[in-house]
Every structure is written in structure tokens, then in C-alpha cells.
């Protein structure tokens, strides 16, 4: 009895640790990389990632408008947003259904304006993801976006994916409904003002080609959702990809596998051993190991749990597909 209450402190003290972390990053304004983007190929790209990963049993559906208007925002953020409408969307639909995703321009007028007191007046992009799901009750729909409220038990998240994605959607000037039919489905509504300017395109941007590889890459993630992203995005390109779920998991993938492991992608805030501990430890077993580090803290708060050795890598949350896959790329090409 008592090894089982001290087991039950633990996991609810790791728990704890977990959606802390998270609430952090979901309270602190992070400084916005906007560019002028087309929220289409955004999702195209996206979608090339995690199509698989949302199960046979779901059917995806992509009806983008080709003359859709370009919006300013941080391509990382908008991807988080996505995954996380998707996520919701394939938990809401357990028997398998159909997932909707479409883009529309929108002009909102000041009546509109007048009974949505979030809104401003002007052209928008729409984003709406829809599903063919279980649908949710009124009461549920008027705190879906509050934090640490969820429908899906405690082992199953901390509730905070779609507070995340409010305010994600609020920091960019936007705002984001629900519409809701138990039996139907919901429908989640992102509205981004638009602007009246051309999308920055790759080749505008001057952005070398994405290369793959077929190295092997251990990725210690706890947050499961960024996980699953970093796994889809390496293997999507040709990458081995070995995942734990804290510090200690990780350990035990590097023992088991210390042989074919060419880089370790870890966070540097994890329950039962951080970031740091398990860094120091397989360096004492091999000092030349490739590290990078993802990190949702920025400056003074990284600080308090880690100390970077010179030509550590560190990579900050939110990032996007090519950012995430050009350094990767660059630390292995490295030469030791």
C-alpha cells in the first residue's frame, strides 16, 4: 500500500511538472517571427506530415481557396495551431470519420462585428477544420478553450491544447469560434486578418532545399503531441527515428542502441531526468555524441535549468518543418 501511494505521488507530481511547464509556454507572449505567408501551402506541407499519423480509419479532406489572401504570422505557431485542431479532431472521431480542412477569404462587416465583440471589421482568412465526431454539449463548447479543461481524461492530456491554440490565434490579431452538434461533428473556425500583400515564397526567401538522411535520431520528447511532430517530419524524410518519453526513457534507448544513434534531440525540461542530466550522462559514455536541444523557455528562465557548453545546439519552440530539418541536417553534416 505504501509503494502504491508513493507511486501515485509521483506520477502526479511528474503530471504536475508537465502541464507547468506547459502553462508556461502557454502564458508567455513569445516575440512573433511573422512573415507574409499563404496559409495553403502551410497546410500542404503539413499534411504531408502527419496524414498517416491521424489513422487509416480517418479520411482527410483539404479544400483550399486558390485565391485565398496572404496573412502575417509565425509559420511554427500555425502549424501548432493545426496539429492541434487535427489531434482534437481524429480524438473526437474514435470509429473513424471524416476530417475537413478548408480556406476562404471572408469580409467581416461591423454587424458582425457588433455580436462578436473579438472581431474588427475587414478581410480575413478562415481556416475551418471539421469532423464528422461525437460533437460536444453546449456547456462544453463555453469552456472548451479555457485552461486545464478537458473531456478526455487525465491520462490522456492536460487540457491545455486548445487554450494554446487561443491564444496563439489572439496573439496574432485573430480570433477562433466552435460550432457544435452531439452526434455530428464540430467545426472550429481561425479567423487571421489578411493583408494586401504578396506571400513570401521560398525562393523569395532564398531558402536552401530541405535534405533528408538515413541516420539514426533519438528524439526525448515528453510533451507526446511535439513527439509525434519531430518523429513525422525526420521520417518523412528519410531518417530513423527512436522516441522516449522523459530523461530516463531516453537513457535506456541510448544504451540499447548506442551503437547506430548519430544525434539525440532532447528537451531540456523533462519529469524523472532533464534535459541536462541525460546530456552529462551519455557524455561520460561517448564525449562526441551529437546533442540539439528544443527548449519552450527563452533567456533567463533556460538558464535556471541549464547551462550550455559552448557549440551546444538549441533550437527554440515553437519552429517550423524547415527550420527544424535544415539544422538537424547541419549538425550532422558537422564535422566532429
Known sequence: PLYSSLQQIRHFVERGTRITRQLLTFSRRQPLEARDIDLNTVIADLLKLIGKTLGEHVEIRFVPDPALKTVSA???????????????????????????????????????????????????????????????????????????????????????????????????????????????????????????????????????????GSETILVVEDDPQLRLLMQMMLEAYGYTVLVAGNGEEGWAQFRQNASTIALIISDVVMPRMSGQELYEQIRRQNHQIRFLFVSGYTGEALQQHFVLDAGTDLLYKPFSSPAFLHKVREILDRSL
Request: proline content about 6%.
Open 74 to 212: 509565425d509559420v511554427g505557431q500555425m502549424e501548432q495551431v493545426l496539429m492541434n485542431l487535427c489531434l482534437n479532431a481524429r480524438d473526437a472521431m474514435p470509429q473513424g470519420g471524416t476530417l475537413f480542412i478548408e480556406t476562404q477569404n471572408v469580409f467581416l462587416d461591423e454587424d458582425y462585428c457588433r455580436y462578436h465583440p473579438q472581431a474588427q471589421p475587414g478581410p480575413y482568412v478562415l481556416l475551418m477544420v471539421t469532423d464528422t465526431g461525437i460533437g460536444m454539449e453546449r456547456e462544453v463548447q463555453e469552456r472548451i478553450f479555457e485552461p486545464f479543461f478537458s473531456t478526455k481524461g487525465p491520462e490522456r492530456g492536460t487540457g491545455l491544447g486548445l487554450a494554446m491554440v487561443h491564444g496563439i490565434v489572439t496573439q496574432h490579431r485573430g480570433f477562433i469560434t466552435v460550432y457544435s452538434e452531439v452526434g455530428y461533428g464540430t467545426t472550429f473556425k481561425v479567423y487571421l486578418p489578411a493583408v494586401e500583400r504578396k506571400a513570401v515564397t521560398t525562393e523569395t526567401q532564398a531558402v536552401p532545399q530541405v535534405q533528408g
